[in-house]
């Protein structure tokens, strides 16, 4: 799978070398390209915003880098639709989930436009839209100062999904939300710690009774933290 980002901050983008996408990476099962907007403008001053139309406080990004940059990693304006899928990272967006990161794992190529100031102009996505498929997605309900976090954030949720990416597939079923659940209390060795022990049934070795707790540990903790989860719940705020 390949990610194409472009952003006027390519060197927030250097946390993927590390980890378990940095290995991903130089296993060649993910390909990252990290584009600075900038080498699409043409002017001394590098010029990536405008003032707003019906104005207001803040600056907007002109579409004209926009349009170069999209040019080049979709291809000519009058060829071929792109089979990329463009992701625009916005608070007005849908929101990220677990299950939009399952379905966004099953694709070839995902393009992340990174906006900065008050947004990209809105004829951008318009126009991106003719070429390829675009989805405007929020991280979450809070607002940021660009997409660049939120864009990272998609990255490493989607990344590791993609098969190859993380060693032990089992690993990935048992985390919070992908059953819906949030996740029961893990603990390891020593037995006890400053005077805490690690209950009892998980040293047992009865694994039907350990499944058991978990479930009912994730099912209380879910309930008292994320009641909006639950058939029927309530928010917790
Ligand atoms: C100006 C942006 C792009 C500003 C954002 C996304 C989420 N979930 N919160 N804030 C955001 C994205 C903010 O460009």
Request: charged share 25%; hydrophobic share 40%; glycine share 10%.
């Amino acid at each position: 799978m390949r990610f194409d980002i472009v952003t006027i901050f390519p060197e927030f983008f250097g946390v993927l070398d590390v980890s378990l996408l940095g290995r991903a990476r130089r296993d060649g099962v993910l390909e990252l390209g990290v584009h600075d907007l900038r080498e699409w403008t043409h002017d001394r001053h590098r010029t990536v915003d405008d003032t707003p139309y019906g104005g207001g406080a803040g600056m907007v990004m002109k579409p004209e880098p926009w349009g170069e940059a999209f040019d080049a990693l979709l291809g000519p304006e009058d060829g071929p639709p792109s089979d990329a899928l463009v992701i625009f990272t916005t608070p007005a967006g849908v929101p990220f989930t677990q299950s939009l990161a399952r379905e966004l794992a099953t694709e070839s190529r995902i393009v992340f436009a990174c906006g900065r100031y008050e947004g990209i102009d809105a004829r951008v996505a318009e126009h991106v839209a003719t070429r390829a498929r675009v989805l405007e997605v929020s991280l979450g309900d809070y607002v940021l100062n660009g997409g660049e976090v939120a864009a990272m954030a998609m990255i490493e949720a989607i990344g590791r999904l993609v098969p190859g990416v993380v060693g032990n597939p089992e690993s990935l079923v048992e985390e919070s939300h992908e059953d819906g659940l949030l996740e029961h209390p893990s603990y390891t060795k020593p037995r006890v710690w400053r005077g805490l022990e690690v209950p009892e049934v998980l040293r047992g070795g009865n694994h039907a009774a350990v499944d058991a707790w978990r479930r009912a540990e994730a099912l209380e903790r879910t309930r008292r933290v994320r009641p909006d989860l639950l058939p029927g719940g309530d928010s917790p705020l």
